[in-house]
């Protein structure tokens, strides 16, 4: 099993870019969350995917968006990049529930 | 809105030594769980706590769940260099599957 993969692992763009980023959740796993880590903080919640639906938002505009794939990936999208959206991106997959969530290793993204 | 408070922000201390982090919240929490994170790698679950007053415990982790299910703890008995690393606590109310995480508490071990 190869748990919770993120693609691409480390991202460099430029203000006013655009950037996606992936996210394969574990084996048997339906629900797919999307967390944004700033350093030295914790993860704040962006969004959170089920059954190809957006089924909860944090407190982020809506330059970032989603989507869920049928095979229950997903893709987090952000748009017009800010220098401050540079931050860790992670996707953590579950079973639905208030259960056990997997993290994937991340996405580094700089933004200069 | 949701909110966990965690501290200390940082604690160091000489291997062997105990270790203890709290996290508290304003509300009455339906759950609580733990995780920690390794410099330069991800979060990765460690416990989840239901039950007033539960406490569960993993070789040398206890963990504590407060009897008004307001606060939790998380203590490690005689530290070793291989619990270096960041510990968070994360809520979810109501049946969400939302994490709301706490500032973490990092830990530094001197060898």
């Known amino acids: 099993d190869a748990g919770v993969t993120q693609s691409p692992t480390h991202l460099i763009k430029t203000r006013g870019q655009q950037v996606t980023l992936r996210c394969s959740p574990k084996s048997g796993h339906d629900t797919v969350s999307w967390y944004q880590q700033a350093l030295g903080q914790g993860p704040q919640f962006i969004f959170q995917?089920?059954?190809?639906?957006?089924?909860q938002r944090g407190n982020f505009p809506d330059r970032f968006s989603g989507h869920q794939f049928p095979n229950y990936s997903s893709e987090l999208n952000v748009n017009a990049l800010l220098l401050g959206d540079s931050a860790l991106y992670l996707c953590?997959?579950?079973?639905?529930?208030?259960?056990?969530?997997?993290f994937g290793q991340g996405t580094r993204l700089t933004v200069v | 809105g949701q909110q966990v408070m965690q501290i200390p922000q940082y604690q160091h201390v000489q291997e062997g030594e105990d270790f203890t982090t709290y996290c508290n919240s304003s509300t009455t929490l339906s759950n609580i769980q733990w995780y920690k994170q390794r410099p330069g790698g991800h979060p990765v679950f460690l416990i989840q706590l239901v039950k007033s007053g539960e406490v569960k415990k993993q070789k040398r982790l206890t963990f504590q769940f407060g009897e008004a299910k307001k606060n939790s703890s998380l203590h490690i008995t005689a530290t070793q260099t291989t619990d270096v690393g960041t510990y968070f606590c994360?809520?979810?109310?109501?049946?969400?599957?939302?994490?709301?995480f706490g500032k973490g508490t990092k830990l530094t071990v001197n060898p």
């Open positions: 995917y089920y059954e190809e639906e957006e089924r």
């Open positions: 953590a997959s579950s079973s639905t529930g208030p259960a056990e969530a997997f």
């Open positions: 994360a809520e979810t109310q109501g049946g969400s599957e939302k994490l709301v």
